[in-house]
């Protein structure tokens, strides 16, 4: 069978090399380099983590994630990850870590509660004042994501049944007949075409309002030396307050201190320039401020603004269209942890009588709710 990918993010890299693995010749097409700047996989880190409200379908993939991100480690010969433990807090009334703990309970991976006192003691460089509840989980890490997409595409490239095409703009895909057009007029077909183009998404699939590209902000940090090396061995944070959510990224292995919102913008062009404007940032910096002791001596080394492509129930799409068409967009922010996953399993499905509406159902994390 031959394949065409579209999109060289973490997901089409992913499928890339399930359907590889499996004998199946690919080719794929990414609009820019390879890791492609703009690209929404390509940043310093990722976190994979069992919290997830009470949305237990996710979280009872993260272990099936975990196993799949061990594989290929083993094939690439490196382990881009770097376990952390995860701490998740509450305030405002909010309840996501309460709703997180009762879910992983059931299935066999409780949470801790800290009482705030014991909080304080830890995590000495944290200001519990506005924190209400805060669980424990040994589980959780730092995947590296833009090491991990230039790896897997050095890995693929050396890989006599993957064509990796750079550079090559897809301005139209028939999923019908399996052929993607070029910028330039050129025609490729297949048997299969997955079109996993992040942000980009809308423009080549008739999705209507399903998916929204939504630009994010993220910052990272220059701390004064001993709080960056007290940090360097911290865990991340996840922190939900009423409908908002911060996380934090600790400085693993050399890498940034980052903090990102996952509050979602819902607007903002894929193409357009990347700078972060000061009112962007400043609900950030006021919450930081507010968690973090010792922030005021805090600098801002570089701003980052990169798209989510998010639904409206923050679920998955992976679905079969036309009669040789994927479309493949496990985003809304929370995908990159499931990419290697993602892509194991919808080379099984395409090279396999799996029911794509089955498939579809998994992708959305509603097996097992």
């Given amino acids: 069978m031959k394949a065409i990918i579209v999109g060289a993010g973490v997901m089409g890299l992913s499928t890339a090399w399930g359907l590889a693995r499996a004998g199946h010749r690919v080719?794929?097409?990414e609009q820019g380099d390879l890791p492609n700047p703009l690209a929404s996989s390509v940043d310093e880190h990722r976190l994979i983590r069992h919290p997830y409200g009470d949305r237990t379908g996710y979280a009872r993939m993260v272990d099936p994630a975990l196993a799949a991100w061990g594989l290929l480690w083993?094939?690439?010969?490196v382990t881009l990850y770097a376990p952390t433990g995860t701490l998740a807090l509450t305030g405002n009334g909010a309840d996501w870590a309460e709703r997180s703990a009762r879910s992983l309970a059931s299935i066999g991976r409780p949470m801790t509660e800290l009482p705030l006192s014991q909080l304080r003691q830890r995590f000495p460089l944290l200001d519990a004042r506005g924190v209400e509840r805060a669980f424990w989980l040994d589980t959780g890490g730092v995947l590296f994501a833009q090491d991990i997409v230039a790896a897997l595409a050095g890995y693929l490239a050396k890989d006599s049944h993957v064509r990796l095409h750079r550079g090559t703009q897809v301005r139209a895909v028939d999923p019908e007949r399996g052929r993607v057009t070029v910028v330039g007029g050129a025609t490729h077909d297949a048997d299969i075409v997955v079109v996993a183009a992040g942000a980009w998404v809308g423009r080549?699939?008739?999705?209507?309002?399903?998916?929204v590209p939504s630009r994010q902000i993220v910052i990272y940090f220059r701390l004064p030396e001993e709080q960056h090396a007290a940090w360097?061995?911290?865990?991340?944070?996840?922190?939900?307050t009423g409908d908002v959510g911060l996380y934090f990224v600790p400085p693993m292995e050399g890498r940034g201190f980052k903090v990102g919102d996952h509050g979602f913008s819902l607007s903002g062009d894929p193409d357009g320039s990347r700078d972060a404007r000061e009112e962007e940032i400043r609900p950030l910096l006021e919450r930081c401020r507010g968690l973090f002791k010792g922030f005021d001596s805090w600098r801002t080394d570089r701003l980052k603004a990169c798209f989510y492509t998010v639904t409206e129930d923050e679920r998955f799409v992976v679905e079969k269209t036309g009669a040789r068409g994927w479309v493949?967009?496990?985003?809304?922010?929370?995908g990159f942890k499931f990419g290697a996953l993602m892509g194991l399993e919808l080379a099984r499905t395409i090279a396999s009588a799996r029911d794509p509406l089955q498939h579809a159902r998994w992708a959305a994390g509603l097996e097992g709710e």
Avoid: E, T, Y
């Avoid at 083993?74 to 010969?77: E, I, V, Y």
């Avoid at 061995?233 to 996840?238: D, L, S």
């Fill in 74 to 77: 083993r094939d690439l010969g």
């Fill in 328 to 334: 493949m967009s496990p985003c809304s922010g929370h």
């Fill in 204 to 211: 080549l699939m008739p999705l209507g309002k399903r998916l």
């Fill in 232 to 240: 360097a061995n911290g865990p991340m944070i996840i922190q939900k």
């Fill in 27 to 29: 080719a794929l097409f």
